[in-house]
């Protein structure tokens, strides 16, 4: 008999990404559950990855990251949101976004502290937060899916260690505009509490609209881990890159886990990024590229029985299936995809408290045309 074991996440299943993903392949389903894009990287991209290992750029990177590409984050960041990160002590390349969540975490939230979370929030904060001993505090978007800070507010405490934020937003494809981000400055002056703002979808606003970065604003820049991802940008979410910006002290906390942990990033990949990230072509044609793809899914949409709502970012599209079904929304998107061939993401599990009664799924639109148009036709039949 093996020794009992005592869970440390005891209510924790398999993601609903990895379930959804599954399920989609053994029906073989169109898939616009988990967010990845069906289409390929730039060509370019993988030569310079070829060319880094023949080169011989094999073994370990320096634990922060390739000085290069810290470099090439330095001054992408300053370009686009006029912040100066110091490529020595502010920048570490991660193992993806998920890690460096994770290890902003494992730095700094103690046994109690409180973290607040906004529901529906993506799927590893919660439980990563509970690993390290602190509080999930939940508090709700607002109906319209958009940040209320009037309840984040109210959800403050003495034991408040940590704010996590999400622009755009995933799963809620809305986004964070000067005035939430003027009130967040408000709400946090004056208190210990840090922040962690997970910006993997920078490039991903739409309308015109501009991204709001914690960075942007020198009191919340202070206190940030500010979180990025290669995947989104690069539409390559399988090479698991990322990268943190922090300021000096908080950057030292997270590299005392980090090197610990992954130690540091995958060295091929951190020097095709480095060179592919200095032209800014590179990530300036994103918001048009996927604001097409935003509307081909929004318009279609509108001509089935599911409503879709507002998404001013990200590359999820949320829609209401009211008109078709009462169902909970795991079990419909189950038999969606199942009965009609097309997986999405049931929303219930980014909540802590699902709110009773909507019936709403998520849609990824990082796909080529073929694949949403022949996802629409499908969807248009239900
Ligand atoms: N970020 C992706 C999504 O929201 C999923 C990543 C994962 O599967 N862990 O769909």
Known sequence: MPPPLRSKLPHVGTTIFTVMSKLAAECGAINLSQGFPDFPIDERLSSLVYAAMKAGHNQYAPMPGLLSLREAIATKVDRLYGSAYDVESEVTVTAGGTQAIFTALAAVVHLGDEVIIVDPAYDCYAPTVALFGGVPVHVRLGDDMRFDAAAVQAAITPRTRMLMLNTPHNPAGTILRDADMQRIVAM???????????????????????????????????RAFVVFSFG?????????????????????????????????????LQHALAEHLRDPANYEQLPGFFQEKRDRCTIGLRASRFEPLACEGSYFQLADYSRISDEEDIAFAKRMTVEYGIAAIPLSPFYNDPPQGRRILRFCFAKQGDTLDNALEKLCAI
């Open 188 to 222: 946090l002056r004056g208190t210990d509490i840090l922040l962690l703002s997970d910006e993997v979808y920078e490039h991903l606003v739409f309308d015109g609209e501009m991204h709001a970065s914690a960075m942007n604003y020198p009191e919340l820049r202070e």
């Open 232 to 268: 989104k940008v690069f539409h390559a979410t399988g090479w698991k890159m990322g990268y943190v910006l922090a300021p000096m002290d908080l950057m030292t906390e997270f590299r005392k886990v980090h090197q610990f942990n992954v130690f540091s990033a995958n060295t091929p």
